[in-house]
């Protein structure tokens, strides 16, 4: 273990420890004062990561990553806008339920109390750095960020802001640290720090999620990874169902929750694929037909396929698309599409268009997902549009949390147990 | 990967599909069946417990351990008991919580779920396949059951009638699976078989815990082992304070919520400590005092020791006794106490002797551990006891659950969404 990591390591739990105690207007207060010093000094964050966005397109990053990458006034503006959502929400620490009242008279209740220390290791998002960091100090935890290399220097000017903005309020600076090391050995040093680290939240791709679970000592919280699907159920509003599926896959197509897959009952599919092709094709959208979809899309007596429409290939109702492509086969009912959502959903965000409220039922009981949606697109599978105010994962994963982790799912309990002078018999 | 291992995989993740869509009478059913099961079959397992019994005082087992392993009417009585009350509890699957509507006239609610499958690893307690068992066919999981290879006979004779039950009842027998070879490769396994299995729960010591956080893919539940402290404040009601202490340590002193280290008010240190010792030692426990203690304890004017106490060495406020032995350390007051506890629980079970709210107040809040206690002693922390009806474990790490987890713990949630054609602007 690498000297200044296990340092680390001790003076977040030191400081876990601290804000564990501290009150809401504590919080709060820091939580403000890194909003305000955000805006002062705008021009230095800028300026940092602009040498960010200059070495990565040096490194040759696509387009895509450098757009992630790359801040400006208006998107700083939306961080400190955020972080002040984060300011307005209820201090989730110290809530009492469970409360009851024993036969023998010992009274117990729940309390909720922070986890503790959460290492977060995450890709070239900056504004990462701030979501994260504001919910951990919102719910009391310490974090230990280790964001990618193509962003350190963003990173480094924006940890520096919130470290400053804590200790002039008296708050342990050492709640936030930075890994400033771009040695892949540090992230190992961190997975198996579990004597000061709680909980690992993964931010990335499916390579950096399998080499956490692969290496980490620590719970891992899987997620982020969305293979999404609807199906359009017989009974379905056909033209509410184009509108929802439209939105589901062009509305911002590059994120977990945007759909991947559109599964349609064969007794209206006739009707309804051609509507589809047409209108998606209108929005650039790509579609991977498999073949029980692909006499029903033909253009003419000679088997052939609109411009925007192509045949599946094997892998690719197991992909995750994050652009304008989208998967499509015909199904022969309800069970068809539940076994297909559970042989290729990632269980993220998959949905039913339907007008049976039997069909919607067993939809919700039998897909196992974190969010099961009834009419719905899936792009709401987000903290900010669930009412948590914000997120720092969506969990895929069953323990401890499911779906978007906001503030309440940065915590745990303990039981408090009274008595008078009870004992067991 | 071994092949055996993974199609135990591949079977359990079936069975937990179909066991989460299961009725509450359906499980109850298997349930009642494998109670009925153990009452017919009582020979057979005994007979085969006597074999794992008579193996064991061969290989030289400790009486301890043999007694934990051994099986007797009356204990296959109280496995069967144990049961039928698991059968009597709610079941916690489709439980609906956090409704809401919300502004844009989205529908949202969390509904409770089984976790999937879970792996278990325990030592020779025969007992506890039973209880893991139960526990989990009620709240609809599916479990790969990994007991002591010294308690081979008895799980294999255990597990036979379980799985037979299920099966005449309909239900899928790879709901409980059993890893029958002793070859320790097989944990190993196990704890990389992320593709098939949610949750690891490790029964056992510290180095099994170890073993497990060192090698898992699969987040690991550890807990159950109990560094415990009472802290009796100035203000105690020491007669009470007495009797507390003494069901902590004496009731049953094996067990992992049993009391481990008394801090005592040096205010009251003097009045209390001889009491202390005298009461103890009618008990057969031994006093390992700190230095703060001895000049309290001596018995004559030449500093000799009463025969229960000797000297603490420099491990012994970091040892889980498990035994009739007992720190014991005077400090100067809460502060020092909450240091103490920080610095040497293992956030298990904790309390305060007190009549001061204040304090009582303080402790509750400063001292982290699963369960905090005021005025009652530490023996609570038990599903059964704090009404959980059993527990498969007792978490003492923050992740998912803390504290006894029973059915509801071994439980997750999905968020249903349903709308009327909502997308997302």
């Not at 805006?39 to 040096?58: C, F, H, K, S």
């Not at 100090?137 to 990618?148: D, E, Q, T, Y």
Request: charged letters at 20%; glycine letters at 8%; a negative charge.
């Amino acid at each position: 273990m690498d000297q200044k990591m296990q340092h680390m390591g001790e003076r977040a739990r030191a400081a876990a420890r601290w804000l564990a105690k501290a009150t809401r207007e504590q919080k709060d207060a820091g939580l403000e004062r890194i909003a305000a010093g955000l805006q002062a000094r705008q021009d230095d964050i800028l300026q940092a990561n602009q040498q960010d966005v200059a070495a990565g397109r040096e490194n040759g990053l696509s387009e895509a990553l450098l757009d992630r990458l790359t801040l400006t006034p208006a998107r700083l503006a939306g961080i400190i806008s955020d972080l002040r959502n984060v300011i307005a929400l209820p201090d989730p620490v110290g809530e009492v339920f469970e409360q009851t009242t024993l036969p023998n008279g010992l009274c117990v209740h729940k309390q909720r109390v922070p986890i503790g220390v959460i290492g977060v290791i995450y890709e070239a998002r900056p504004n990462v750095t701030l979501d994260v960091a504001g919910l951990a100090l919102k719910s009391g935890n310490a974090v230990i960020l280790r964001g990618g290399s193509e962003t350190i220097n963003s990173n480094r000017a924006l940890v520096e802001v919130i470290r400053n903005a804590l200790a002039v309020c008296g708050l342990p600076e050492d709640a936030v640290q930075f890994i400033d090391d771009p040695d892949r050995k540090r992230v190992l040093d961190l997975l198996q720090m579990d004597r000061y680290v709680d909980m690992i939240i993964p931010r990335g791709g499916a390579s950096l999620h399998e080499f956490c679970r692969q290496n980490s000592r620590i719970p891992v919280i899987t997620g982020g990874i969305g293979i999404c699907h609807l199906f359009v159920d017989e009974s379905a509003d056909l033209e509410g169902a184009l509108q929802v599926i439209r939105n589901a896959k062009v509305q911002r197509p590059s994120v977990c929750n945007a759909l991947d897959t559109v599964l349609v009952h064969e007794k209206v599919a006739q009707s309804f694929l051609p509507r589809l092709v047409e209108t998606l094709q209108a929005d650039g959208v790509t579609l991977r037909a498999h073949e029980s979809a692909l006499p029903l899309l033909t253009v003419n007596g000679e088997g052939e396929l609109p411009a925007s429409v192509a045949p599946a290939g094997p892998q690719d109702f197991d992909t995750e698309w994050l652009s304008l492509v989208l998967g499509l086969k015909v199904v022969s009912g309800l069970d068809e599409a539940i076994e297909h959502i559970a042989a290729h959903s990632t269980q993220h965000s998959d949905g039913i268009l339907t007008r049976s409220e039997e069909h919607a039922a067993r939809f919700v009981s039998e897909v196992n997902s974190a969010a099961v949606y009834v009419n719905a697109s899936t792009r709401f599978t987000d903290g900010g549009q669930l009412g948590l105010g914000a997120e720092v994962a969506i969990s895929t994963q069953p323990l401890h949390a499911r779906g978007p982790m906001g503030l309440r799912e940065l915590t745990t309990y303990k039981w408090v147990i009274r008595g008078e002078n009870h004992v067991r018999p």
